[in-house]
């Protein structure tokens, strides 16, 4: 919405908007463009009677400003219908689907055309990401070219739509990386989700392409019906783009990259971890199968620059790396997790947990929480965001993740927020660790707090030492 919101207004309309709490990074980015946010909702907030109310899909019946827009008959949208109609119906819509990997990806595909279009102008994207992606400082873009890459997201489109948004962009070509069980409050199970991505891929048109992961059951499935062209990529032999050779040295990751059979290029990226790689091949291949040189596509993934809240370092306080990363769901955990072996060999790496997303909630994925909590060295777990909001019987007690973890060798506790997290873990912590904060929100502002408050009990530990 916030990237939205920059779009509109960069096509010379008044925006402003409404939340609960805004938080960086896209306060930030609304705040630097001028867009004024109203916190909290208020009715008074549309005194000014807007022209147009965009609704996004985290409001329901029972917010102030919606009842109110209801009430007085103003005229409303969902977030998809007004990127339909006002920048997609006249571009070509470049669309990255899937459970897992895409910001990074749409965020590589993006970074790629503008890398290409300093030698043809007609690769100048515009793009729509759900991130903030530092090649280019923003998640928005948008130009007159054809070219339009954007984040497919499979969640729902609004109180009035409960379709998901990627229905209303109509790509031609796509990317879908992975397909798992995800948003358990508004898909029942894991069949309603291949549904809905089933459905995204019968959009493509014949004249269309899309690429899709080698390394899932559930892709495939989704694919089978595909009318336009499909490539595969992976890791397996017979796919379309396969990847060898794969290889860490601390945050850059490389690879040798085949196409049909024949080698296509040595990769090499700026990011750590398997599933980094992934996202730049599937990147590379939809890049390169639209007609970007191959020259354009490995100096654009040498010199990628990542997503704010990827694996994004917040700081180094007293030799501590503070890593935040905006985890939704324990495969996301996982890779983060690994990725993190793979940049700090060696080092003791602390994971802290605010289970915030619809998914994490829930106890549906308890057991897969466990295990990829089980790749760090200590975990701390806040309590679950909103716990009110969840039914009783499906809502996540943290209480049985932490047990299972000590139960495994690993220590593990629960802090009810992020106060208490800072309050245990800054005496603790020492030079060398790694702590990586895994949330999809605010969570408390933890990311300033912890680094000042390990900064201050280091400077009082160094002068209880001098003293005593």
């Given at each position: 919405m916030a990237s939205l919101a920059g779009m509109l207004k960069q096509q010379g309309h008044e925006v402003t908007g409404s939340d609960a709490a805004a938080y960086p990074p896209m306060s930030d980015l609304l705040r630097?463009?001028?867009?004024?946010?109203?916190?909290?909702?208020?009715?008074?907030?549309?005194?000014?009677?807007?022209?147009?109310?965009?609704?996004?899909?985290?409001?329901?019946?029972?917010?102030?400003?919606?009842?109110?827009?209801?009430?007085?008959?103003?005229?409303?949208?969902?977030?998809?219908?007004?990127?339909?109609?006002?920048?997609?119906?006249?571009?070509?819509?470049?669309?990255?689907?899937?459970?897992?990997?895409k910001t990074t990806t749409t965020s590589m595909l993006a970074?790629?055309?503008?890398?290409?279009?300093?030698?043809?102008?007609?690769?100048?994207?515009?793009?729509?990401?759900?991130?903030?992606?530092?090649?280019?400082?923003?998640?928005?873009?948008?130009?007159?070219?054809?070219?339009?890459?954007?984040?497919?997201?499979?969640?729902?489109?609004?109180?009035?739509?409960?379709?998901?948004?990627?229905?209303?962009?109509?790509p031609v070509?796509?990317?879908?990386?992975?397909?798992?069980?995800?948003h358990a409050d508004i898909y029942i199970d894991l069949h309603a989700v291949k549904i809905a991505f089933k459905r995204f891929v019968n959009l493509i048109p014949r004249r269309g392409r899309l690429v899709a992961f080698d390394g899932s059951a559930n892709v495939g499935e989704c694919i089978a019906n595909a009318f336009c062209a499909v490539e595969r990529y992976g890791f397996k032999d017979d796919s379309h783009w396969r990847m060898t050779d794969l290889r860490h040295e601390g945050t850059l990751t490389h690879w040798t990259l085949w196409r049909g059979g024949e080698k296509f290029a040595e990769i090499s990226l700026p990011m750590a971890g398997e599933h980094n790689a992934l996202n730049a091949t599937a990147a590379a291949a939809l890049a390169f199968g639209q007609g970007v040189p191959s020259e354009a596509i490995v100096e654009a993934l040498r010199t990628f620059r990542s997503v704010k809240r990827r694996l994004e370092v917040k700081a180094v306080a007293e030799g501590v790396t503070i890593i935040d990363d905006f985890a939704h769901h324990?495969?996301?955990?996982?890779?983060?997790?690994?990725?993190?072996?793979?940049?700090?060999?060696?080092?003791?790496?602390?994971?802290?947990?605010?289970?915030?997303?619809?998914?994490?909630?829930?106890?549906?994925?308890?057991?897969?929480?466990?295990?990829?909590?089980?790749?760090?060295?200590q975990v701390v777990m806040a309590g679950v965001f909103k716990?009110?909001?969840?039914?009783?019987?499906?809502?996540?007690?943290?209480?049985?993740?932490?047990?299972?973890?000590?139960?495994?060798?690993?220590?593990?506790?629960?802090?009810?927020?992020?106060?208490?997290?800072?309050?245990?873990?800054?005496?603790?912590?020492?030079s060398g660790d790694v702590v990586a904060i895994l949330s999809n929100g605010g969570f408390g502002n933890i990311y300033q707090k912890l680094p000042q408050a390990i900064t201050e009990s280091a400077i009082a530990a160094r002068l209880s030492a001098r003293l005593s």
């Open positions: 630097e463009i001028g867009i004024t946010v109203h916190e909290p909702y208020a009715e008074r907030n549309l005194e000014r009677r807007p022209d147009l109310v965009v609704v996004g899909n985290a409001i329901s019946r029972g917010n102030v400003e919606l009842e109110r827009v209801l009430d007085e008959r103003i005229p409303f949208c969902s977030m998809a219908d007004i990127l339909h109609q006002e920048f997609l119906s006249n571009r070509e819509p470049l669309v990255v689907a899937g459970t897992h990997g970074w790629i055309y503008e890398t290409a279009s300093a030698r043809e102008s007609r690769f100048a994207p515009s793009f729509l990401i759900g991130g903030v992606a530092e090649n280019f400082g923003t998640s928005f873009m948008v130009r007159p070219t054809v070219p339009f890459v954007l984040e497919g997201d499979e969640y729902d489109t609004a109180f009035f739509d409960k379709g998901p948004k990627f229905l209303h962009y109509f070509a796509a990317i879908l990386t992975h397909v798992e069980f995800d324990p495969t996301a955990i996982r890779e983060t997790l690994r990725a993190l072996r793979e940049s700090y060999p060696g080092q003791r790496l602390v994971a802290v947990l605010e289970p915030r997303s619809n998914t994490l909630r829930r106890n549906v994925f308890e057991r897969e929480l466990v295990e990829s909590l089980a790749l760090a060295d716990s009110e909001s969840i039914p009783v019987a499906e809502r996540l007690v943290p209480e049985h993740v932490v047990d299972a973890l000590n139960e495994r060798g690993i220590p593990a506790a629960l802090c009810q927020d992020a106060d208490a997290i800072v309050s245990m873990l800054a005496p603790e912590v020492k």
